[in-house]
C-alpha cells in the first residue's frame, strides 16, 4: 500500500513563502526520486522540481532562486521551500515518487495541495 500524503499549501500573498511537505510510506523511499508538479486549471501537469535518491536537485527555469527541494531518507519526508510566490504560482501540487529502471517503472502520486498566490 503506497501513500503519499502532500500538506501546506494555502493562501498567501505575492511575496509571501510558503512550505509544502510529503510523507511517504509503501516504498523503499532512500531509492526514489522525488519529484514536485504542478497543475493549474485546464492545463496539463508540469515538473517544478526533482531531488534524486542521491541528492541532486533539478529545477525548471520559472523558480529557479525562488523553490528549494528537499528530503529527509531518515524521515521519508520531502519538502518544496517557495518564497518570492507570483500569482502564476497558483496551482495545485503534487508530489511524486520515481524508481525507474530496465526491469522496472514504478511511479506513484499524491492527492495534491492547493496553493493559491493572490493580494
Known amino acids: 500500500q503506497v501513500q503519499l500524503v502532500e500538506s501546506g499549501g494555502g493562501l498567501v500573498q505575492p511575496g509571501g513563502s510558503l512550505r509544502l511537505s510529503c510523507a511517504a510510506s509503501g516504498i523503499m523511499f532512500r531509492l526514489y526520486d522525488m519529484g514536485w508538479y504542478r497543475q493549474a486549471p485546464g492545463k496539463q501537469r508540469d515538473l517544478v522540481a526533482v531531488i534524486t535518491s542521491g541528492g541532486s536537485t533539478n529545477y525548471v527555469n520559472f523558480v529557479k532562486g525562488r523553490f528549494t527541494i528537499s528530503r529527509d531518507n531518515a524521515k521519508n519526508m520531502v519538502y518544496l521551500q517557495m518564497n518570492s510566490l507570483r500569482p502564476e504560482d497558483t496551482a495545485v501540487y503534487y508530489c511524486?515518487?520515481?524508481?525507474?529502471?530496465?526491469?522496472?517503472?514504478?511511479?506513484?502520486w499524491g492527492q495534491g495541495t492547493q496553493v493559491t498566490v493572490s493580494s
Open positions: 511524486n515518487a520515481a524508481f525507474k529502471t530496465t526491469l522496472l517503472d514504478r511511479n506513484y
